[in-house]
């Protein structure tokens, strides 16, 4: 078992930043993958970003490139969010997740291939 905790979140002005963390615990020594998805009210759940977690290569939606970056710290086994000038429709709450699976870049972008789950975060970006 893996367990995730994130910290981080809460309201910030739009143009803004934010960095979340997710600490992983537990048998985190099969880890592929780390990433982080978000859901708004009335919203499907949608994939922020992923990072595999031997060579750091990483994946973004289209909707945060160059605003947000996910990093890692492997001795800490912690998963990083910088976000960056930050919008409005950034608000939701975000969670991050763990996959022991080998997943392709398509499957990465899918919260149901991960394994663990966090609690969640809470980020309101005001206008």
């Known amino acids: 078992q893996v367990q995730l905790v994130e910290s981080g979140g809460g309201l910030v002005q739009a143009g803004g930043s934010l960095r979340l963390s997710c600490a992983a615990s537990?048998?985190?020594?099969?880890?592929?993958?780390m990433g982080w998805f978000r859901q708004a009210p009335g919203k499907e759940r949608e994939f922020v970003a992923a990072?595999?977690?031997?060579?750091?290569?990483?994946y973004y939606a289209n909707s945060v490139t160059g605003r947000f970056t996910i990093s890692r710290d492997n001795a800490k086994n912690t998963v990083y969010l910088q976000m960056n000038s930050l919008k409005p429709e950034d608000t939701a709450e975000y969670a991050c997740?763990?996959?022991?699976?080998?997943?392709?870049?398509?499957?990465?972008?899918?919260?149901?291939?991960?394994?663990?789950w966090g609690q969640g975060t809470q980020v309101t970006v005001s206008s």
């Open positions: 997740a763990s996959t022991t699976r080998v997943l392709s870049v398509l499957g990465l972008r899918d919260h149901i291939k991960y394994n663990y």
């Open positions: 537990g048998r985190t020594f099969s880890t592929y993958a």
């Open positions: 990072i595999l977690w031997n060579s750091g290569i990483t």
